[in-house]
């Protein structure tokens, strides 16, 4: 195991009636941000519920972030942070509000010239932010519990990410009954996107980390059993319960201590939803099988674990397989050419923005430009 540091400062406030906790948690004084995205909270109560723990608060609305939030949004709240001299930020919605609401935070406190070079350099500029809070209504990012953030740039068709310790959410709200409402597709993103971040710490190689393997074969066990449990049931709180909470733990920074990473997917993926807009979710799947098939001899010891374990399977293959059929059982394409994207513009696209960025990732640093290409044809 190699040597970690791990501290996780976030408070989690979980189950039904937690959001009345943010009155005591919101300091009052100067006002509050409270931002939220494009209106699914006004239409299913959350708004209401977060005004009326707030009704003592001085709080400014910042509505309107879109999914995949943009830096120009983004830059338009830091204007009213700035104004309106705010001093907490409350972000209530997806991980697209949590993730602008961090940049907000980080970029309204940044000296710099330019706020888009906490993004170029993956946050090492940020040295203070605003205090973030969160009620979370979608399970699947785990923005909630991380200091990372990920925010998209209209005028250039980009999509970086940052990660700051500055940057963990004081507190977060997760009350399952807040995503009763979301559309089966987001649900189906949510199983995958945490499936995902699961892998990308745990598909690497052995590294003498037993516990951490099986709290991520747990993670995912749990989202095979109560992700399709959740479409066909709604409205059945239990599920919606361990959804929420599988999706904090597979990126709250606990399973990945002393391990090594991948991340390619979702390197790869973010170039995905930059150039094609496919939603973060449908890149993972799509890239994440792809990274396994061209990464096969070095991955495979993993894959064999993992298919014995949480499939009941022997091989490599057999293992790649049941996860194809587990994303294709809940509605998840695995191909570009489901979603109308030729894979030879995608490899070409993708590949260009790696080689300009050098950008390597795999946990032996070694999936660049070449490999980026050699993934997607794999996905056509
Ligand atoms: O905007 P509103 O109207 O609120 O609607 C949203 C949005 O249209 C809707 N929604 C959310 N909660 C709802 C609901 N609709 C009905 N009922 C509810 N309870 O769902 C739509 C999608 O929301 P979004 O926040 O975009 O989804 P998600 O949570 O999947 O976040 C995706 C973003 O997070 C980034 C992705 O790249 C993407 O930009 N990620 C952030 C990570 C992190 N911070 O650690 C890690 C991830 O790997 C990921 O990259
Ligand atoms: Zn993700």
Same mark, same amino acid.
Request: net charge neutral.
């Given at each position: #195991?190699?040597?970690?540091?791990?501290?996780?400062?976030?408070?989690?406030?979980?189950?039904?009636?937690?959001?009345?906790?943010?009155?005591?948690?919101?300091?009052?004084?100067?006002?509050?941000?409270?931002?939220?995205?494009?209106?699914?909270?006004?239409?299913?109560?959350?708004?209401?519920?977060?005004?009326?723990?707030?009704?003592?608060?001085?709080?400014?609305?910042?509505?309107?972030?879109? &999914?995949?939030?943009?830096?120009?949004?983004?830059?338009?709240?830091?204007?009213?942070?700035?104004?309106?001299?705010?001093?907490?930020?409350?972000?209530?919605?997806g991980?697209?509000?949590?993730?602008?609401?961090?940049?907000?935070?980080?970029?309204?406190?940044?000296?710099?010239?330019?706020?888009?070079?906490?993004?170029?350099?993956? @946050?090492?500029?940020?040295?203070?932010?605003?205090?973030?809070?969160?009620?979370?209504?979608l399970?699947a990012?785990?923005?909630?519990?991380?200091?990372?953030?990920?925010?998209?740039?209209?005028?250039?068709?980009?999509?970086?990410?940052?990660?700051?310790?500055?940057?963990?959410?004081?507190?977060?709200?997760?009350?399952?009954?807040?995503?009763?409402?979301l559309p089966a597709k987001q649900v189906r993103n949510g199983?995958?996107?945490?499936?995902?971040?699961?892998?990308?710490?745990?598909?690497?190689?052995?590294?003498?980390?037993?516990?951490?393997?099986?709290?991520?074969?747990?993670?995912?066990?749990?989202?095979?059993?109560?992700?399709?449990?959740?479409?066909?049931?709604?409205?059945?709180?239990?599920?919606?319960?361990?959804?929420?909470?599988?999706?904090?733990?597979?990126?709250?920074?606990?399973? @990945?201590?002393?391990?090594?990473?991948?991340?390619?997917?979702? #390197?790869?993926?973010?170039?995905?939803? &930059?150039?094609?807009?496919?939603?973060?979710?449908?890149?993972?799947?799509?890239?994440?099988?792809?990274?396994?098939?061209?990464?096969?001899?070095?991955?495979?010891?993993?894959?064999?674990?993992?298919?014995?374990?949480?499939?009941?399977?022997?091989?490599?293959?057999?293992?790649?397989?049941?996860?194809?059929?587990?994303?294709?059982?809940?509605? #998840?394409?695995?191909?570009?050419?489901?979603?109308?994207?030729?894979?030879?513009?995608?490899?070409?696209?993708?590949?260009?923005?790696?080689?300009?960025?050098?950008?390597?990732?795999?946990?032996?640093?070694?999936?660049?430009?070449?490999?980026?290409?050699?993934?997607?044809?794999?996905?056509?």
């Amino acid at each position: #195991m190699q040597n970690f540091v791990y501290r996780n400062p976030t408070e989690i406030l979980f189950g039904r009636g937690m959001i009345s906790e943010i009155a005591t948690r919101v300091p009052a004084g100067a006002p509050a941000l409270f931002a939220y995205g494009g209106g699914s909270i006004k239409r299913n109560g959350v708004y209401d519920r977060v005004k009326a723990a707030l009704k003592s608060h001085r709080v400014v609305e910042f509505g309107g972030i879109e &999914a995949n939030p943009l830096y120009e949004t983004c830059l338009t709240a830091v204007d009213v942070v700035k104004r309106e001299r705010v001093g907490f930020v409350l972000a209530v919605g997806g991980g697209s509000v949590l993730d602008a609401a961090k940049f907000i935070a980080a970029a309204a406190c940044f000296t710099g010239a330019d706020p888009w070079d906490i993004l170029r350099t993956n @946050g090492s500029v940020v040295k203070a932010a605003l205090p973030v809070g969160t009620v979370l209504t979608l399970p699947a990012t785990g923005s909630e519990a991380n200091g990372n953030s990920v925010i998209s740039r209209r005028a250039t068709r980009e999509k970086l990410h940052f990660t700051s310790n500055h940057s963990f959410p004081v507190f977060s709200v997760l009350d399952p009954e807040t995503t009763f409402t979301l559309p089966a597709k987001q649900v189906r993103n949510g199983v995958v996107d945490a499936f995902a971040h699961v892998m990308e710490q745990y598909m690497t190689c052995p590294a003498d980390a037993p516990l951490q393997d099986r709290l991520a074969e747990s993670v995912l066990h749990t989202l095979v059993e109560v992700g399709p449990m959740t479409l066909a049931e709604p409205r059945n709180y239990e599920a919606r319960a361990s959804f929420m909470w599988s999706a904090t733990l597979a990126l709250n920074t606990l399973i @990945g201590c002393g391990v090594p990473q991948d991340w390619a997917t979702h #390197m790869i993926g973010h170039e995905l939803t &930059a150039f094609y807009g496919l939603d973060h979710a449908e890149t993972l799947a799509i890239v994440m099988l792809g990274v396994w098939q061209h990464k096969l001899a070095q991955k495979r010891a993993k894959l064999e674990q993992y298919g014995r374990r949480v499939w009941n399977v022997t091989s490599a293959e057999a293992a790649i397989a049941k996860t194809e059929a587990f994303f294709n059982s809940i509605n #998840m394409p695995t191909r570009l050419q489901a979603c109308n994207i030729s894979s030879e513009d995608a490899a070409a696209k993708v590949s260009a923005r790696f080689a300009e960025r050098k950008a390597a990732f795999g946990e032996h640093g070694d999936i660049g430009a070449d490999a980026a290409a050699a993934i997607l044809r794999l996905r056509a």
